[in-house]
């Protein structure tokens, strides 16, 4: 019994473990699979340019990026890239080109088009694989890449630009970054410090890539400025009071996010309907700008609910910064205000059993509250959500739930569907912190509260974002918002629910529609003026065969929300919907890959250096929850030898 009680205990130690560092596990920048001689010059194979081409019109960006490969050696190489890209982006298109012929690449379920992609490697054929390890980070795999021979991959994505303090940006994350390559990785990953793999390294042997971005907005609006944040001396041609065009050729300064930044004249926001009609589904996107951002004595009565992660994890800077925040925000309200506090790990107390006026007395005793408490236990997060929503009325007020935590907590489904379902009736803003917050969790806690997810990892930022965060979560601008479609059948419509307005972000809505005739659509809700109408009559909306993208985008939304319900709770129905939507939409998902394999070519004959024995069933290096399967599996081998050892003395 003890050696059975002992082997419980370790597989339970390692697994939480690797599960723990699936979080915090950096990207690799390059592998080669093939083991190569000594001699090798690094410099013989290598991404040598990258191209992005991109469209903005009004607020939807449609990006192209090609990838040059070039092997220069006498070897037939395999190779697999990992690379980061936007948390937004719908990849809906891949292609390869080899030797002038192109290969429209396929979207296939992941182990399927692994499968494909690993046969043609064996039959010597090129080909390519395009899979999603994060939401953020992909992996370009390349089979037998010719001696003396160049390999282009194309691939577009689309994505919304929604401007944030009526400042649009546009983000393409560099597709070489010291996050994914930095000296200090390489204590981490140490097959990173060879210099052929690590860019940065100081005894980089290679070529650096160079990096070209051409950029047209349309943005349907007159402009009122425009630049390149991070590359501030980048030309930008306006050639109308709606139009420019901006490029950046042959950089190799690509250390860090191509950031570009505009803002329309009178500070307005696009607003609008746009439409497109497909084969067999039609989808709209609704854009509504906000009213003007009220006056402090103009904001509508707030509620506030503070839901504090007080578990073990979050001892030192992270909760101390947390009750900084709480008693900035509560300093900075009146007394028609009122809040509440609920502190959280193995059991969640609360402050009081109502909500309270924020007068000076209670937020004194509130904060004794808190300081008195000591981090502890576990995380379950389910029942304090349940037990804010409770205390709402809801009656003319702004009511809005923040939650302070490392996401190293137990977040049910239901408590993301909770969320979703009551945002007609609360607001919910995450507030992420500590060195290992569990980045995934947050942003499900966001995406579920369409809010922003702020994520720190030190004290010094979490301080500065707290300030921003502030400032965000104490300006509602439009509350009780309800929106409807009159002659206007509509369904699969995202969000189902729509939270109160802050900043000066937009209200967007978009879906499915069946008929749109004479329809129109209307938002009302609460503003400072008093009651807020607005109405979009669809005859008036732009209907045109360029708004395809909108299919895209949908789709993308939703396999986000059926990703983060899949991350919360696991289950086999949630993967099937991410499979179906991706293979119906052509979307490069966490579940279906693009695979493209020339078959025109004849076997290879060319010199190639073989693969390692181990290597033959794997394409890539293994996951993190990959080497949690191998790891524990070796233990219950040994469980089960030791185990029959046991009995047979």
Excluded at 26 to 54: G, R, T, W
Excluded at 110 to 126: H, L, N, P, R
Excluded at 255 to 273: K, M, N, P, V
Aim: charged fraction near 20%; hydrophobic fraction near 40%; include cysteine.
């Amino acid at each position: 019994m003890k050696l059975n009680i002992l082997y419980l205990a370790v597989l339970i130690f390692i697994g939480n473990n690797l599960f723990a560092q699936e979080e915090t596990t950096e990207s690799p920048y390059f592998q080669v699979e093939n083991e190569l001689p000594k001699d090798f010059d690094p410099s013989s194979f290598a991404l040598i340019n990258s191209n992005v081409s991109v469209q903005v019109s009004g607020i939807i960006a449609e990006i192209t990026v090609e990838q040059e490969y070039t092997n220069n050696s006498d070897l037939t190489l395999n190779t697999n890239y990992v690379f980061p890209g936007s948390s937004q982006s719908a990849i809906y298109y891949m292609e390869m080109e080899l030797n002038g012929r192109v290969i429209k690449a396929k979207i296939k379920e992941k182990e399927e088009a692994k499968e494909i992609f690993e046969t043609a490697k064996k039959e010597g054929k090129s080909a390519s694989l395009l899979t999603q390890h994060r939401p953020n980070v992909f992996q370009m795999s390349l089979a037998n890449i010719k001696p003396k021979s160049t390999v282009f991959v194309r691939f577009k994505y689309t994505e919304t630009l929604i401007p944030n303090k009526k400042t649009y940006e546009f983000v393409f994350p560099t597709l070489v970054g010291p996050r994914y390559a930095t000296i200090e990785m390489a204590a981490k990953d140490s097959w990173v410090k060879n210099p052929f793999t690590n860019k940065d390294a100081a005894n980089y042997q290679g070529n650096k890539p160079t990096f070209s971005l051409d950029l047209k907005l349309n943005a349907g609006m007159p402009i009122k400025q425009a630049s390149w944040f991070s590359h501030p001396n980048a030309n930008v041609l306006y050639l109308s009071e709606s139009k420019l065009e901006s490029s950046i050729i042959n950089s190799k300064n690509t250390i860090g996010d191509f950031i570009f930044r505009y803002q329309l004249a009178g500070d307005e926001i696009a607003t609008g309907l746009l439409l497109y009609e497909g084969e067999e589904e039609n989808f709209f996107l609704c854009t509504i700008q906000p009213p003007a951002r009220p006056t402090q004595t103009s904001i509508p009565p707030r509620d506030y609910i503070f839901i504090v992660d007080i578990s073990g994890s979050m001892n030192g800077f992270p909760i101390e910064v947390s009750k900084k925040l709480i008693n900035s925000i509560l300093r900075g309200l009146n007394e028609k205000d009122r809040f509440n506090i609920l502190l959280f790990a193995g059991s969640s107390e609360q402050f009081k059993t109502v909500l309270v006026p924020a007068t000076s007395s209670y937020i004194n005793e509130a904060m004794n509250f808190i300081n008195n408490q000591e981090g502890y236990g576990g995380t379950e997060i389910l029942p304090a959500i349940e037990r804010s929503l409770k205390m709402m009325d809801d009656n003319g007020r702004s009511s809005t739930v923040i939650i302070a935590t490392d996401g190293l907590v137990t977040v049910e489904r239901e408590a993301i569907a909770l969320i979703e379902d009551n945002l007609g009736k609360a607001n919910f803003f995450p507030f992420g912190i500590g060195q290992s917050s569990n980045r995934y969790i947050i942003e499900a806690l966001a995406n579920a509260g369409m809010s922003e997810a702020f994520i720190c990892s030190t004290e010094d930022e979490a301080l500065k974002k707290a300030a921003e965060f502030k400032e965000m979560v104490t300006n509602p601008i439009l509350t009780d918002i309800k929106v409807k479609f009159n002659g206007m059948k509509t369904y699969d419509v995202l969000p189902k629910n729509v939270p109160d307005l802050f900043g000066d972000k937009p209200l967007v809505v978009f879906g499915k529609y069946k008929s749109a005739t004479d329809g129109k659509i209307i938002v009302r809700g609460q503003n400072a003026d008093g009651k807020f109408n607005k109405e979009f009559n669809t005859s008036e909306g732009i209907q045109s065969p360029e708004n395809g993208a909108l299919k895209y985008l949908w789709a993308r939304q939703k396999i986000k929300m059926l990703s983060d319900y899949n991350r919360a709770e696991p289950t086999g129905k949630l993967k099937d919907e991410i499979i179906e939507l991706g293979l119906n939409y052509n979307l490069l998902t966490e579940f279906t890959s693009f695979v493209a394999v020339d078959d025109s070519q004849d076997q290879a004959t060319e010199k190639s250096v073989p693969l390692p024995a181990v290597s033959d069933s794997s394409g890539a290096v293994p996951e993190p929850h990959e080497w949690t399967l191998i790891i524990v599996g070796l233990f219950l081998l040994s469980f089960l030898i030791v185990s029959r050892l046991n009995v047979s003395k």
